[in-house]
C-alpha cells in the first residue's frame, strides 16, 4: 500500500500562510498526471474535496486554497488563513489500490 | 445539485450485521463509482472498497475482504453496504462517496456518514 505522511498538526495566526505538507511512500504521477488530492474536514461533517490531480481547484473552493508538488512530495497551501478554514486536512492517492490517506494535519490558531 | 444521503445511526450487538444504505440524486447514478470509508473518531481515514454502479463490479481493500459488501440498486439509485461479524473494532463514521468513472479521479462528493456503534 501507498504511505501518506503528513505532519500532526500546524498552527497559524489568521491571514498568515499556512503551508502543509504531504510525503507518498511511492511516486503517485501518472502519464503527466499527479494522483493526489486534498480533503478538508471539520468536526462532525464529512470530508470535502478541495484540491485534485495536485493543483486543480474543486469547484466552489475560494482560490486561497492551492496544490502544488509532484512525484512523493505534495503541499497544499491556504493563504491567506481564515477562521472558517481551522479543520483537519487530509491528503489521499489515487494512483494506486487500496486508495489511502495520510494521517490528517490539524490546522489550529496561534 | 449532486447529493448523497446516508441512513440514520445504527446500535447494534456483537455478531450481528448491519446494512448501510447511501442514497444518490442529482446525477446519473450508473455512470459513477461509489466508494465507502471508515472513519474512527479522531482517526485518519480508510476506504473500504467500490462499486460501479452500472455493472456491480467491485473492488476491495484486503483488509475489510470478508467484513464488507457492496451492493448497488439502479431503480433508487441507492447504494448499500453490508457489515457482517461486527465486533467493537467496527465501531466507526462510516461515509459514502462518489468518483466520477475517470482514471484516479478523487471522491467529489461524500455523504454525510453514519455513526455505527456495536456494544453489548
Known sequence: ?110 | QVKLQQSGAELVKPGASVKLSCKTSGYTFSTSYMSWFKQIPGQSIEWIGMIYAGDGGTGYNQKFKGKATLTVDTSSSTAYMDLSSLTTEDSAVYFCARCPPSLGAPFDYWGQGVMVTVSS
Open chain 1, 1 to 110: 500500500d501507498i504511505v501518506l505522511t503528513q505532519s500532526p498538526a500546524l498552527a497559524v495566526s489568521l491571514e498568515q500562510r499556512a503551508t502543509i505538507s504531504c510525503k507518498t511512500s511511492q511516486n503517485v504521477d501518472n502519464y503527466g498526471i499527479s494522483y493526489m488530492h486534498w480533503y478538508q474536514q471539520k468536526p462532525g461533517q464529512q470530508p470535502k474535496l478541495l484540491i485534485y490531480e495536485g493543483s486543480n481547484l474543486a469547484s466552489g473552493i475560494p482560490a486561497r486554497f492551492s496544490g502544488s508538488g509532484s512525484g512523493t512530495d505534495f503541499t497544499l497551501t491556504i493563504d491567506p488563513v481564515e477562521a472558517d478554514d481551522i479543520a483537519t486536512y487530509y491528503c489521499q492517492q489515487s494512483k494506486d489500490y487500496p486508495r489511502t490517506f495520510g494521517g490528517g494535519t490539524k490546522l489550529e490558531l496561534k
